[in-house]
């Protein structure tokens, strides 16, 4: 996992309690509900890395995820300004609890750049919890009149890869998981699919803001289209759509050739084909996350005799 996404990770793990994790977050009601929300306030507009919301709508936590050791002042005033308001623009929250919502800033960090990210809070003068992730302890650090509870866990190990991918991610680990989306198509049958769809199918991107899910639909369509002509070559096309409708959703995939348009001998084929051809983009395999598909199990499939599950 992309050592950026430990710690916005790690917060999704603690309410959710995923791959053995404790949830003392999840306890106090919270659920997430949004990742990389633009928030406009007084001063000016924050990209907040996460957004969840209390079942009962008592609480809303707007996170700050870091994996460096430094602070932007600016941005943490930013934070320091949001108002209920300000959030309202931009998710829905329960009506009759709506004006009664209090919003709470968390930091989430590295265990190891805690001093320095302490320091930097301190400097711009945000009064807010943090949340420290170490490999063996997680550690939840709330200012007075904080609803939220202070805690500290241990946990198993680096959190699960719950979010695998995002805006900034690196064009290998892109291709990775957006070939993996393709190769699905082609195990359904599909024909041509949507940028925007393959995106949408990657867990938690759907909770992505607008902005930030076209983003990504620009990216994986760009790095698809190099894929298509060069390691998948007669595979699967790209086409790249321009203007208003490129920046909102991506381009188009269209697929060549189908495995499972074959004979039980050459689906066995192709399926393989194309795991090796993707394994010969990466020098090791990384773990997979429930819902999202791994090629080499098309592979294993395939060898069976029944590639289309």
Known sequence: MDRRLIPINAWIALMRGDAGWPRPLGS?????AWFEVPISTAISTVMADGVA?????????????KSGANVDVDQARKYGAMTLKDLRRIITINPPKASKTKVEVVYAFLEENE???LK??????????TLAVGGRQCRLRVPSGSELKPFEVPVPGPPPALIQVDAESSDDDIERIFVAEVVAAMSR?????PVIALVDRVPFLTMLSHTTRSRIAVRVTDVLHRAAQTTFFGDFTVSRTTGRVRNQ???TVTILRNPADSDPRGQTQGWQRLLRQA???RRRRRPEIEG????????????????EK
């Open 115 to 117: 001093e320095r990210i």
């Open 292 to 307: 999202q598909l791994s090629l080499d199990e098309f592979a294993g499939e395939a060898e069976r005799g029944d590639p």
């Open 249 to 251: 959703r991506g381009g």
């Open 120 to 129: 930097g809070i301190q400097q711009s003068g945000l009064s807010c919890a």
């Open 189 to 193: 049958g599909e024909s041509v699919v």
């Open 28 to 32: 106090q009601g919270l659920r997430p």
């Open 53 to 65: 919301l209390s079942d009962d709508s008592k609480l809303a936590i707007v996170t700050e995820a």
């Open 279 to 281: 394994s010969g983009r």
